[in-house]
């Protein structure tokens, strides 16, 4: 009766979340991202970004999923605030690749800020344009020396800061957060922020006001 019951409120009122991974790589000066969404969204996704390029003349490949994901991702998972309309954004993305994993994907990219500072802050606000009740968790990894499951260094990758790392220098999560709309900006020391007399950098700034749709917003450069 209990299972039947927890069936039936699942199927009425789906769970929608995403969840991140994130750790600082001192060595590259990157923010290592990768980040767990349903296959669904993901799909839904697509076709957000095959509509926005129709309506804008530009040739549209599916199988090209770094171009349409980080179109969409770049001005929903920040790690600094969008520049003014009409100015280039400093901050660099990396797409590095995806996973399929179920009825869930993976995506793997790295955030470079530019003055090559560890990210304070991230602000997620991914697929509220989908659904205003998404729930996104993001997990800090740390170094440790006990052996994790950490999905931040699949897949494979060409350079030196993708090789996988030995069972003695694995991540595990040393502190979490439940992101909602009302509240998408989460400060990876644990704190509230810097304070409001304080001096800030822009990786401290505060971010702007949450939206559910950033379509119209300058996209950052990337290196693909």
Known sequence: MTSALLWMMLVMHPVHETVAEVEWNPQTKRLEVALRLDVDDERWIADK??????ADGIPWDRSKTSTWAMAYLQPRFRAAPLPASGKSD???????????????VWWYFEIEP????????????????????????????NQTQTPGSSKIKSPQRSDSASVPKSDSQRSTASRAADLTIGRSKFFLDGSDG???SGPSDSNHSNSPEPSTDDDDAPLPPTDL
Not at 49 to 54: I, L, Q, S, T
Request: glycine share 6%.
């Open 49 to 54: 970004m095959a509509a926005r390029a129709e």
């Open 194 to 196: 810097p304070s409001r």
């Open 90 to 104: 400093s901050t660099r993305y990396h797409w590095i690749g995806h996973d399929q994993d179920g009825a869930h």
């Open 114 to 141: 530019a003055d090559g500072k560890p990210v304070q802050w991230i602000d997620q606000r991914l697929l509220f344009d989908r659904e205003p009740d998404f729930l996104h968790r993001i997990l800090v990894l």
